[in-house]
């Protein structure tokens, strides 16, 4: 799919105005929302640390009550005294592995059973490598988490979501869906043909992200459901703390010098959840709160469709929404 016929296609369509447009973005500020949330019920995947973290706290702060899906359930459990002592709201949580495709389906089930609705559902798991990892369900390890896992959430939750009449979807995105300039390789999704990159692998999750929002914005249209992508900003997170020293140097001298604390990604998320101005909006990427129009590979329908089928064979998942 990079060769050939979409090698030039995609080259013909990037604009340099779209890459000024997000060097200027990356300096500004996020758009605030002061309105309350008070009794609202916001589900965060890996909501035990940085971005999640953050979020969490900012939601509950405006009296949203939580339930945040992570892996660790010691900070699970100090994550939710911390939240009902400080806020007085409720924070539940469910431990689930969202690189492991049963844990995914297993939580996302739950999630479906729930008798109260999901106002907002804020994907922001994942994992940054310098080195190929394996799930136990023969997956790249980035791919699983970063994409897959919110796909099947979001395919298995849907029908619910709809029959709410309200609630927004909000992918945990990332500027670095460029790193895939030329698009996904659709044969070749568990890295297994090509040497392995870490920024290549994170771009490419991210591009399969967007083109699958695409594909749940068109089944979402006039449901009163929104999904849209985010882009958090620079900041300083605990993502990419499972590779090695020389990783780990560098990012501590270097990279985490120059990045924000993620009380800047959170008061984004919290205004692409709550506020009016971004009412009935789908489909968007935004830099922050800042709309965007994404890198050429990440609006290509036409790979979104195929992705789409790919995705629910990976995922072992039965086609439930009619239209595939």
Request: aromatic share 10%; hydrophobic share 40%; net charge positive.
């Amino acid at each position: 799919m990079i060769a050939g016929r979409k090698f030039y296609k995609y080259a013909k369509q990037y604009r340099w105005s779209n890459i000024l447009a997000m060097i200027k973005n990356n300096r500004a500020d996020p758009q605030i929302c002061t309105d309350d949330y008070k009794k609202k019920l916001v589900v965060i995947t890996g909501a035990t640390s940085g971005i999640g973290y953050f979020t969490a706290r900012e939601f509950a702060s405006h009296g949203a009550n939580l339930l945040c899906i992570n892996r660790n359930l010691k900070k699970s459990k100090a994550l939710r005294c911390e939240i009902e002592k400080e806020y007085a709201v409720r924070c539940d949580y469910k431990i689930a592995d969202l690189s492991i495709l049963a844990d995914i389906r297993r939580v996302s089930e739950e999630l479906a059973n729930l008798k109260a609705p999901i106002d907002v559902l804020i994907h922001n798991a994942g994992v940054y490598l310098t080195k190929k990892e394996v799930t136990p369900d023969g997956l790249e390890k980035v791919f699983a988490v970063h994409y897959l896992s919110s796909f099947i959430i979001n395919y298995i939750l849907l029908e619910k979501l709809k029959s709410q009449k309200s609630s927004r979807i909000i992918l945990v995105n990332s500027e670095g869906h460029r790193f895939a300039a030329w698009g996904l390789r659709l044969d070749d999704l568990n890295w297994e043909r090509r040497r392995y990159s870490g920024l290549g692998s994170y771009g490419s999750a991210k591009t399969a992200q967007l083109l699958s929002m695409m594909v749940f914005n068109e089944r979402v249209k006039n449901t009163g459901v929104t999904i849209n992508a985010i882009h958090p900003g620079a900041v300083k997170t605990e993502s990419g703390r499972e590779n090695g020293p020389v990783y780990l140097w560098f990012r501590k001298n270097f990279i985490d010098k120059s990045l924000k604390s993620p009380d800047v990604s959170a008061q984004a998320l919290y205004y692409l959840g709550v506020s009016s101005q971004v009412e009935g909006l789908s489909g968007k990427f935004f830099n922050l709160t800042t709309e965007e129009e994404p890198a050429p590979p990440a609006l290509d329908k036409e790979v979104g469709y195929l992705l789409w089928e790919k995705s629910l064979e990976m995922s072992k998942l039965q086609r439930k929404l009619g239209k595939t």
